[in-house]
């Protein structure tokens, strides 16, 4: 049984875990695949770094493009991360014919189409599993689970770093700043936490599965994103009071061949399963039009779970190198992009507004969402301690987003609205 090659570019966390897994697992994949899987060689920054495992140091390089042109490897597995000479990496691993598995949803967010079209051209895989939700098999899922079903709406937690906060927030009644601080603490967030808490880290993963899902090509610019900075706990402190929990949540949802796709701060009902996911864990809820509810749950990030998934991408191509096939059919979108306009992109919004306390003010509002069309789920009202005036909640029922813009707009030359204070997208 003649070894499958493999080339590592990168050995930190991730790259680590693919050498410990390859390693550890050797009989079982080799039974599997029919051959043993070696690693010939890695590229690092430094070669004489030290390191949690052993690796004989012929196989470093500090060269990535020795990897990539070396013809005895046949799967170049990227998990350097950045988009700075990883499209580059991937484009001559793909010129040079050699199979791509990548960790790296930066990438494949921005490049994806033209690294598809590439390996198309080539007739080589690409696989990426682990760029979205680590450790769970979302894309696999995407791609062969749902293959006979049409996918309706994809909900993801995707983002561990916000989900942290969120969570330590709603539990301990944390500030914004103070659960960042542990985040950081704790290593989940960046020392530079931008990408995560402004929602980018997110969008790029739901650009990723808003293609797979709808079979259209999504470009990162076509998903709307908010971030969780602006997220108070008092926010979070009304959303439970009427059964709510915060959550930043992607979300891509179809009507018939349109579709929207957005990461906001959200309010999930209690009762939703995606509301109970808590800490660094992700989730994605999947609403199949033939299989209805499905919900996939796991560690989005870390050296072993995203290492599993990495190494299943591995298999995959082995598989697919021995059967003499690639899977690029199935992942290759197929379908025109039809992007839905704000009149027909619709949910429930949630609104806190600080407004004057005095007769009249509560037709004044609703004369508002009656002028555009938007109708009312709920209005609770409350004192506001420290001022005169009072504090209304509302919940909206679905509107369109540009019902609701005009709403927003028309409460700006009401004198009795003192404050808009928060606006949510509200789900369940
Ligand atoms: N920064 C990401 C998160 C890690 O917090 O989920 C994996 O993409």
Redesign the pocket.
Known sequence: MKPVKVGLLGLGTVGTGVVRILEGHQEDLSSQVGSPIIIEKIAVKHADKQRSIEIDPAKLTEDPWEVIRDPEIDVIVEVMGGVNGTREFMLEALNCGKHIVTAN?DLMALYGSEILAKATEKQCDVFYEASVA?GIPIIRTLIEGFSSDRIIKIMGIV???TNYILTKMSQEGTSYEDALAEAKQLG?AEADPTS?VEGL?AARKMAILGTLGFRANVELSDVQVRGISSVSKEDIAYAKRLGYEMKLLGIADRDEEEFSISVQPTMVKKNHPIAAVNGVF?AVYVFGEAVGETMFYGA??GEMPTATSVVADIVAVVKNLKLGVNGLKSIVPYKPKKLKSDEQICYKNFLLLQVADKAGVLAQITQAFAEYNVSLESVVQSPNADTPDAEIMIVTHRASRANMEQVLKYFEGLEVIRRVKSVYRVEG
């Open positions: 949803k680590g983002n561990g770093t989940y995560d880290d992700n989005g990030a």
